[in-house]
């Protein structure tokens, strides 16, 4: 098992900052893959930023160049900054953590509401 908790959501202007924190703990593997997936009501939910444990990133092309996702080994944490925000990243935001070891199950955060104003 592995818990995730979620932290830094809030409310925001447009063009303004947020930095959320997501942190693992449990039984987790030296090899995984954390991020950040948000699901805005009635859609699916869609990738925003992946991250492994030895560094490869992955972003969504709706906030390359504005989002950056980086982590903490030791910490078992991972974050996600997010700079210029717009009006329609608001939505929650769900951290993820799926070992890289065949078999294991992936876990997912509570979520974080994140709301950009006008």
């Known amino acids: 098992q592995v818990q995730l908790v979620e932290s830094g959501g809030g409310l925001v202007q447009a063009g303004g900052s947020l930095r959320l924190s997501c942190a693992a703990s449990?039984?987790?593997?030296?090899?995984?893959?954390m991020g950040w997936y948000r699901q805005a009501p009635g859609k699916q939910r869609e990738l925003v930023a992946l991250?492994?444990?030895?560094?490869?990133?992955n972003y969504a092309d709706a906030v390359k160049g504005r989002f950056t996702v980086s982590r903490d080994n030791t910490k078992n944490t991972v974050y996600l900054q997010m700079n210029s925000l717009k009006p329609e990243d608001t939505t929650v935001y769900y951290c993820?953590?799926?070992?890289?070891?065949?078999?294991?199950?992936?876990?997912w955060g509570q979520g974080t509401q994140v709301t950009v104003s006008s």
């Open positions: 993820r953590y799926q070992s890289l070891l065949p078999g294991r199950q992936g876990y």
């Open positions: 449990g039984s987790i593997s030296a090899s995984n893959v």
């Open positions: 991250i492994t444990s030895d560094g490869s990133t």
